[in-house]
């Protein structure tokens, strides 16, 4: 292993070892609680930008392999973890993590004290920061980081989402057989814009009875409404994603276009958002963030659902103006879910996927799937 050296923007100066790739890497640093599936969350293209705490200590322990990709590759900058296993067992690994990252270019960062960190960002927020296995200095790392663009400057969505259209086919994963179930012919095609889809988002759209089309963030909604207006697709769905959500000016305008006509719309985390923004409603952007599988959030039938989450920016309570609030967070109040009024638009923050995490929110694909034409 490699010394690696962090200074992070409140002044805080570390050291370290290193697995993965070398160089240096700056982004926002933030903590997720999942005790489970580091794989899915390395590789879910909403961490673009960022570095990622994990608060289970032990990482590495069950390897990796390819049916757990959550996207082609891994899009954050790295991770910390208190105590790195590059020698796995488990049946299905096929590599380690290790070779997960280098070949991501990616940084591993272990042997720190990961709940320094955690209740750090817990008390502070969540903050840029610069690792390198090449600069030791402490005040040129600072002066590095100084002059880096901060995360919510960059349009992450440009590197995560797809750049050509294609139909997917797979549904959701079946233990039994130890594959994932194949897409069934269906009378129900809807469109799936990509700002950084997960690929268990798709299984389970399909796995719900929906023909899934996947197309790029640099989507022409009139080309949505005229392929809706000719019977074409049933419906739109809006993805998740990384980076703050008023960078994306354009995609707001496409939006905006779409929630004008009566398209059935259905979004997750960024999609979320961006359907609040298009509304008028501009997002803002929390403390430290909720990451992690152990989120509990209350329905309108007030029973609670643990929940999946990934996301640095909610909605505003001034969205209940014009939707009616389905889901609330129980940790913090913050809103998770709403149905828009006299629309065929609904929306969550959190992830009904999981992947990893509970189950307990897969209903809402099946009640998009009701509400596509």
Not at 96 to 107: I, P, R, Y
Not at 158 to 185: D, I, L, P
Not at 326 to 331: D, I, P, R, S, Y
Request: net charge negative; aromatic share 8%.
């Amino acid at each position: 292993m490699n010394k690696v050296y962090i200074y992070l923007e409140n002044g805080t100066f570390l050291e370290a070892n290193s697995f993965g790739a070398t160089g240096t890497k700056v982004g926002e640093i933030v903590f997720n609680t999942s005790l489970t599936g580091y794989q899915e969350i390395i590789t879910d293209p909403s961490y673009a930008g960022q570095f990622i705490t994990f608060t289970m200590p032990e990482i590495g322990n069950v390897g990796i392999n390819a049916d757990d990709m959550e996207s082609k590759t891994a899009h954050c900058k790295g991770v910390f973890v208190r105590s790195y296993n590059d020698k796995y067992s488990n049946f299905r690994g096929e590599k380690t993590l290790n070779a997960l990252l280098k070949a991501n270019d990616v940084l591993g960062i272990c042997d720190i004290d990961t709940r320094y960190l955690t209740k750090m960002l817990r008390d502070e927020g969540a903050m840029m920061m610069i690792a390198s296995t090449e600069i030791s200095n402490k005040n040129e790392l600072k002066a590095k980081l100084e002059s880096s663009s901060r995360i919510e400057d960059i349009n992450y969505i440009k590197e995560v989402s797809t750049k050509e259209t294609y139909m997917h086919k797979s549904g959701a994963w079946n233990c039994e057989t130890g594959k994932y179930n194949k897409a069934v012919m269906s009378d129900k095609k809807i469109v799936a814009i990509d700002f950084g889809i997960k690929r268990n988002i798709l299984n389970e759209l399909v796995e719900s009875g929906l023909e899934v089309e996947v197309i790029p963030s640099t989507f022409k909604a009139d080309d949505l409404i005229a392929r809706f207006e000719d019977g074409e697709i049933g419906g739109v769905f809006l993805s998740n994603g990384p980076g703050d959500p008023l960078t994306l000016i354009e995609e707001k305008e496409q939006v905006k276009k779409l929630i004008a006509t009566n398209i059935p719309i259905f979004a997750i985390c960024l999609g979320h958002q961006m359907l609040s923004i298009a509304h008028g409603h501009d997002t803002y952007k929390l403390k430290f963030g909720q990451h992690g599988g152990n989120h509990p959030v209350a329905n309108t039938s007030n029973v609670v659902e643990i929940t999946a989450q990934n996301h640095n920016y909610n909605v505003p309570d001034s969205i209940m103006n014009i939707a009616s609030v389905t889901h609330k967070n129980l940790f913090d109040n913050t809103i998770e879910g709403v149905e828009y009024n006299d629309k065929n638009i609904f929306s969550v923050q959190h992830h009904p996927e999981a992947s990893p995490g509970p189950h307990e929110s897969k209903y809402i694909f099946s009640q998009f799937a009701k509400t596509v034409k």
